[in-house]
T-cell receptor, first 113, second 113 residues
Framework: DAGITQSPRHKVTETGTPVTLRCHQT?????MYWYRQDPGHGLRLIHYSYGVKDTDKGEVSDGYSVSRSKTEDFLLTLESATSSQTSVYFC????????????FGPGTRLTVL | QKEVEQDPGPLSVPEGAIVSLNCTYS??????FMWYRQYSRKGPELLMYTYSSGNKEDGRFTAQVDKSSKYISLFIRDSQPSDSATYLCAMSVTNFGNEKLTFGTGTRLTIIP
């Protein structure tokens, strides 16, 4: 998993509660990403970061916020979770030759009741 | 119409067979093409990364890009039960960090011993 850990790995929560997912990397990579994966939609980018405190939106960013106060941690927050945010969330980093390949973490399975 | 189309399968083949997995796309600006393998309840794992047209071989895997037809393929020779997984194609216009990857929905492959 390219030195990427995600926590928690599983979470069940109720509609309207805040939820924070954590992505941690150990190799000082500049770019980090959050995706969600849903049946019939594949992987879709939520937000990404290109450095400490530098973040930008992806294609499905509504209802999500992110923060990156340290190089190694990228947090995804659902301010008020909804059932439509039930999904599997993956963190990714850029690495490899030329730093142009994305590698994914193990994922967090989130259920919003 | 989705930018990237991928037959979801499922696809079942006997062990030792040659497997062909395919994606079509509509955005002629795509230049970087990737194939990921995803085992059940795991994160996607990068298999092949190619730039522009042509073939690339890595062991039993061959990635093929036909930009004139907007069609990419992944061939698996001498398929093994351990190849049973979901295969995702992905592509992008550039290889910059802020460039989003556009994924297919994945093809579920089962190799029958």
């Amino acid at each position: 998993d390219a030195g990427i850990t995600q926590s928690p790995r599983h979470k069940v929560t109720e509609t309207g509660t805040p939820v924070t997912l954590r992505c941690h990397q150990t190799e000082n990579h500049r770019y980090m990403y959050w995706y969600r994966q849903d049946p019939g939609h594949g992987l879709r980018l939520i937000h990404y970061s290109y450095g400490v405190k530098d973040t930008d939106k992806g294609e499905v960013s509504d209802g999500y916020s992110v923060s990156r106060s340290k190089t190694e941690d990228f947090l995804l927050t659902l301010e008020s979770a909804t059932s439509s945010q039930t999904s599997v969330y993956f963190c990714a980093i850029r690495a490899g030759r030329g730093d142009n390949e994305q590698f994914f973490g193990p994922g967090t399975r989130l259920t919003v009741l | 119409q989705k930018e990237v189309e991928q037959d979801p399968g499922p696809l079942s083949v006997p062990e030792g067979a040659i497997v062909s997995l395919n994606c079509t796309y509509s955005n002629s600006a795509f230049q970087y093409f990737m194939w990921y393998r995803q085992y059940s309840r795991k994160g996607p794992e990068l298999l092949m990364y190619t730039y522009s047209s042509g073939n690339k071989e890595d062991g039993r895997f061959t990635a093929q890009v036909d930009k004139s037809s907007k069609y990419i393929s992944l061939f698996i020779r001498d398929s093994q039960p351990s190849d049973s997984a979901t295969y995702l194609c992905a592509m992008s216009v550039t290889n910059f960090g802020n460039e989003k990857l556009t994924f297919g929905t994945g093809t579920r492959l089962t190799i029958i011993p």
